[in-house]
């Protein structure tokens, strides 16, 4: 597992999209070298990059599960099939996917409000670390947010997993790239973060996104949440999120 002191230097994307492509940018930016791969050939999305995400290799997507220190899934849910297993075994995952009917399709089990996305990308990905992380924020608000540390209107992005050093240091990342980490401990938790949820879309600093993730719970979503989940509610509302 990487040193959570010691910031990754490769950080690999897995999708081009706007997500993707804004991350890349704001990872090189803070002296990342970034490996980003679209859906086929390199070739396809090379000029992409040099106007968008500058700095970044376009590369497959197995050259970038394989060089990477840390991995960004930016990719439609629905194409969680396609992430390899074993390229990404023993590596740090941030799960930055949402689940969207429009794109993923009508999935029941997707849905499913018993287990969250990021728990089915941590099931897919066994030999992985899965982090849940950047799902939240829109991506015009995480292209103009960065400000330095200290900058009272510095915004903030929540991130959940179940271990504490992939906590450490995916939170070094968003602190890197301009924003306050705000940890939630347990990926089951990370539903809190998910369309729906009062926290999604959120673009504020660190002490309100804490108390959207806390308050959760008792939002309408949140009780539908715990009723479906039983005494695991009761458990996660006794974890408050805090900034890392």
């Given at each position: 597992?990487?040193?959570?002191?010691?910031?990754?230097?490769?950080?690999?994307?897995?999708?081009?999209?706007?997500?993707?492509?804004?991350?890349?940018?704001?990872?090189?930016?803070?002296?990342?070298?970034?490996?980003?791969?679209?859906?086929?050939?390199?070739?396809?999305?090379?000029?992409?990059?040099?106007?968008?995400?500058?700095?970044?290799?376009?590369?497959?997507?197995?050259?970038?599960?394989?060089?990477?220190?840390?991995?960004?899934?930016?990719?439609?849910?629905?194409?969680?099939?396609?992430?390899?297993?074993?390229?990404?075994?023993?590596?740090?995952?941030?799960?930055?996917?949402?689940?969207?009917?429009?794109?993923?399709?009508?999935?029941?089990?997707?849905?499913?409000?018993?287990?969250?996305?990021?728990?089915?990308?941590?099931?897919?990905?066994?030999?992985?670390?899965?982090?849940?992380?950047?799902?939240?924020?829109?991506?015009?608000?995480?292209?103009?947010?960065?400000?330095?540390?200290?900058?009272?209107?510095?915004?903030?992005?929540?991130?959940?997993?179940?271990?504490?050093?992939?906590?450490?240091?995916?939170?070094?990342?968003?602190?890197?790239i301009g924003f306050d980490p705000?940890?939630?401990?347990?990926?089951?938790?990370?539903?809190?973060?998910?369309?729906?949820?009062?926290?999604?879309?959120?673009?504020?600093?660190?002490?309100?996104?804490?108390a959207m993730v806390e308050g959760?719970?008792?939002?309408?979503?949140?009780?539908?949440?715990?009723?479906?989940?039983?005494?695991?509610?009761?458990?996660?509302?006794?974890?408050?999120?805090?900034?890392?």
């Amino acid at each position: 597992m990487t040193d959570p002191v010691t910031p990754p230097a490769t950080v690999g994307i897995l999708g081009a999209g706007k997500v993707g492509t804004v991350l890349a940018r704001l990872l090189h930016r803070a002296g990342h070298r970034v490996l980003l791969a679209g859906s086929g050939s390199p070739d396809r999305i090379r000029l992409v990059l040099e106007v968008l995400a500058p700095g970044a290799r376009a590369v497959t997507a197995a050259e970038a599960a394989r060089e990477a220190d840390v991995v960004v899934l930016a990719l439609p849910l629905g194409k969680l099939p396609s992430v390899p297993v074993e390229a990404l075994d023993g590596k740090l995952v941030v799960d930055a996917m949402n689940y969207w009917w429009e794109t993923d399709g009508l999935r029941d089990d997707l849905a499913d409000v018993r287990t969250t996305t990021s728990e089915q990308v941590q099931r897919h990905l066994p030999g992985s670390v899965v982090v849940k992380g950047f799902n939240h924020m829109g991506y015009h608000d995480l292209d103009e947010g960065p400000l330095p540390a200290g900058d009272p209107e510095r915004r903030a992005i929540a991130l959940a997993a179940d271990d504490a050093a992939a906590l450490g240091v995916v939170a070094g990342i968003v602190d890197a790239i301009g924003f306050d980490p705000v940890v939630v401990p347990r990926l089951a938790d990370g539903v809190a973060l998910e369309p729906g949820s009062l926290a999604f879309g959120a673009n504020v600093g660190a002490a309100e996104l804490e108390a959207m993730v806390e308050g959760f719970w008792s939002s309408q979503r949140g009780l539908a949440v715990g009723r479906a989940r039983g005494r695991d509610a009761d458990l996660a509302a006794t974890e408050p999120a805090g900034r890392s």
